[in-house]
């Protein structure tokens, strides 16, 4: 690719500070430059005996001595024992939901009251309640979140105020982002959600906005935890997974490890079909004077099924009248693969006022599959067509780097609040060999399996997919306080890309951009009180359109076509009452423009291309989690999103693919504390989805759902050892529900109900 040639596409750079927990809470990850807590060691008092009126001389002074001994003040606490202090006081505020962003979502440590942009939290403690099997699962707790087309499966597609898809560059770790299909793992600690057009800080985005996973962090004192877990569905279809968990200090001199490790072997819950993973996660850190440095890897082997679902019927628009344990597709239907994870990054404190952060990710995730596809379906025979596709060798990677400087600067007596820095990003998606290959018909109302093998013929036409984009930026923004209420934000990014795409032996380019933009933003927030403010702001985004697969009539997408652009207006309210509970409202309106559409020239017989297409997004979302009560938590969001084509030949008026009007959630908790012998916490919930369109043209609809989960905790002593007994109900009612399509063929299913019970021991 010419744009990487030549080229530094990688800057490092910046700093993240952690989240105040509250004012007298300080996170045990931020062990280096901010303060730990104070332990007071106490010594047993000592009776004191009279000294003998015969004692010599020596032995007066060395009763004196100990006498001195007893009364010196205790030694200090040491790094180890002021990081678990620092940890359990971190930990009761975990328990009760606490919302607590991470510095790496919007590149400073600002507190979220002082920003004019959503981030919604999902908190470490509600993943640990909840067990989420993958990102969708867990953003069911976020407002406006819906499901988009999976891959059959195999990989995160989430939409975000109406926007978004697998593979879009939106999902991210530690801020850099990730090609890996499945992002939700045993190293995650929470998950955040940027919402709205976010270029600005990451540049070639859709307007929907990013999803950030944060990684679990070294510690300076040693503690770890080894967890078993059981499962089973329906049918004797059951499963185990582990995980490892160990991290402390390496000497004396701010140096710490951790290390993860998972694995897990469970039956699908479909007639068919197994799940088998294995991930290693090791990690270093320093916490120096003022300095801070994280080094962490991920390694992780899969094989999974590729389930493209049920089909609808086209005549009646419902559902295939079969059990929803029955696949469409064979048993030799899977992917198998690696991912890899490697980042880098160092937080320098140069002054009370100025903050330097370098970063480095690179990411890697190989892959191959059998993928047989449903052509065509007869709901009265049952005679069902099919593909017997594959896809061999698939290979993405992404390497990303960036540099910032957050600090303030006083200018007519106003203080600043300054970011300044920038990024590069280098990023392939590549398919070595597609498989199409034709196959008997088959009867769904009377499957017979296993009689056909994996398809192995090559259709050079389809092969050699390639995917290559670099970008080069630089970014700034200013948040300038007015008064000590009054705040405005300002900021632009300077965006250089470049795209090239195609398919095919030999190898046709479809796709050959090359341009530069400036992507301004700014906003308004004002502090009601400490605890609320007010927040407006205006945002916009930019996305290269682009196509692998050849267009009608030979047509290139060069840099004469305008790439997609979104921008957004949103304004709303936000709250942290007392550091326990918090939350957003927010509305917004967001429209993209130049969306690539097709019309037929009838003079000239040629579908012609252009980029005329304009989709909108409107809506309201509410967003609170955190304590309402000692004893009791919650999560819970509301999302109203109006998501439709308003310019279009044929399109306009429709409402876009797989975004529902009306999502909900809400989650409760109620923790016994130490009313009981040990220490027990109940807790359950439920999540909506309102219909959604099932195709972009909205020939069918996916009907609306609720799935309900619950679950128990209970935390004794075995021994000297303390031990958590985990017991959870997925979907609770074994709804069948359908969270996304990506046509009437090839229809998502939920997940049936799962039982659970886990044990974890600490040491």
């Keep these: 690719m010419a744009a990487d040639k030549g080229r530094p596409h990688l800057l490092i750079g ?6 105040d927990v509250s004012s007298a809470i300080t996170p045990a990850s931020a062990q280096s430059s901010v303060a730990l807590p104070p332990v007071t060691v106490e010594h047993p008092t000592q009776k004191r005996k009279p000294a003998a009126s015969s004692a010599k001389p020596a032995q007066r002074t060395q009763a004196a001595a100990r006498q001195r001994s007893r009364d010196a003040q205790p030694a200090p606490p040491t790094a180890s024992e002021r990081a678990a202090a620092s940890a359990a006081a971190l930990n009761e505020a975990k328990l009760g939901y606490r919302a607590m962003p991470s510095s790496t979502t919007l590149r400073s440590g600002a507190s979220p009251l002082d920003t004019a942009q ?5 908190p470490e403690q509600v993943l640990r309640d909840q067990l989420p099997r993958n990102l969708d699962d867990a953003l069911a707790n976020v407002s406006g979140v819906t499901q988009g087309n999976t891959l059959a499966g195999t990989q995160d597609a989430v939409m975000r105020r109406g926007f978004g898809d697998n593979r879009d560059g939106s999902i991210m770790r530690n801020g850099m982002p990730l090609v890996q299909g499945r992002s939700l793992n045993a190293e995650v600690e929470s998950v955040e959600v940027l919402k709205g057009p976010a270029s600005l800080l990451y540049g070639i985005m859709d307007p929907g906005g990013i999803v950030n996973t944060i990684s679990k962090r070294p510690e300076l004192y040693q503690h770890g935890s080894v967890t078993l877990l059981g499962s089973t569905y329906a049918n004797n279809k059951s499963g185990a997974d582990g995980t490892f968990d160990i991290t402390g200090p390496i000497g004396n001199g701010g140096l710490a490890y951790r290390f993860i490790g998972y694995g897990v072997s469970e039956d699908y819950w479909r007639n068919f079909g197994r799940h088998r ?28 099924p590729f389930d493209r679902g049920t089909a609808f019927d086209a005549v009646t628009k419902a559902p295939l009248a079969i059990p929803a344990t029955r696949r469409l597709d064979e048993p030799f239907n899977n992917m198998w693969g690696t991912s890899d994870l490697m980042q880098a990054s160092v ?13 480095y990710s690179y990411n890697t995730e190989t892959f191959s599959a ?11 025979t049952g005679v069902e067509t099919r593909s017997n596709d594959g896809t061999q060798g698939s290979l993405s990677n992404a390497s990303y780097g960036t540099s910032y400087l957050q600090g303030n600067v006083w200018l007519g007596g106003f203080r600043n609040e300054v970011l300044f820095g920038g990024d590069g990003q280098y990023r392939t998606i590549y398919r070595d060999n597609l498989i199409r290959q034709a196959t008997p018909s088959f009867n769904f109302y009377n499957p017979v399996y296993g009689l056909i093998t994996p398809g192995t013929m090559v ?10 984009l670099g970008q080069w930026s630089l970014f700034f923004q200013d948040t300038l306080h007015l008064t000590e209420r009054f705040a405005l934000v300002g900021g632009v990014r300077y965006m250089d890309y470049d795209q090239i795409a195609g398919r095919g032996r030999p190898f046709i380019t479809n796709t050959n951009v090359s341009a530069d933009k400036a992507l301004p933003l700014g906003g308004a927030i004002l502090k009601l009180t400490d605890q609320v403010s007010l927040y407006a702001s205006y945002t916009q985004s930019l996305k290269p359109t682009s196509t692998i697969a050849p267009l009608t009539g030979g047509v290139v997408i060069g840099s004469n076509i305008a790439p997609e652009e979104g921008t957004q207006w949103e304004t709303g309210v936000k709250f942290d009452f007392n550091k326990r509970l918090s939350g957003t409202l927010a509305l917004y309106d967001i429209e993209k423009k130049n969306v690539l559409v097709s019309q037929l020239n009838p003079a000239t017989a040629i579908v012609e291309y252009r980029t005329a297409g304009k989709v909108r997004s409107r809506g309201v979302e509410l967003d609170v989690t955190g304590r309402l009560t000692d004893s009791w938590s919650m999560i819970g969001s509301y999302g109203y999103t109006d998501a439709r084509v308003t310019e279009d030949p044929t399109l306009a008026g429709n409402a876009l693919q797989n975004v529902a009007l009306n999502t909900a959630s809400l989650y409760l908790v109620y923790d016994f504390g130490a009313t009981l012998p040990g220490r027990l916490r109940l807790g359950g919930g439920a999540r909506y989805v309102g219909d959604r369109p099932g195709d972009a043209a909205n020939s069918f609809v996916l009907p609306s759902y609720t799935v309900a989960d619950v679950f128990a905790t209970y935390e004794t002593k075995v021994q000297t050892f303390p031990v958590i007994y985990q017991f959870n109900v997925k979907n609770l009612f074994d709804t069948v529900y359908y969270p996304s399509a990506n046509n009437i063929l090839t229809v998502a299913m939920g997940d049936a ?11």
Aim: net charge positive; charged share 20%.
């Design 14 to 19: 910046a700093a993240f500070l952690l989240a």
């Design 118 to 122: 959503t981030v919604n939290v999902v």
């Design 277 to 304: 993973e294995m991930l290693v996660a090791p990690s270093l850190a320093w916490y120096g004077d003022g300095t801070t440095v994280q080094l962490n890897y991920e390694h992780r082997e899969f094989i999974a």
């Design 347 to 359: 937080e320098r404190r140069l002054n009370q006022d100025w903050n330097l952060f370098a970063a």
């Design 370 to 380: 059998n993928q047989l596809r449903i052509t065509g379906i007869n709901s009265k």
């Design 459 to 468: 259709s050079a036409s389809d092969s050699a997919q390639t995917d290559k």
């Design 753 to 763: 109900r799962r039982f659970s019970l886990s044990a974890t021991v600490k040491f």
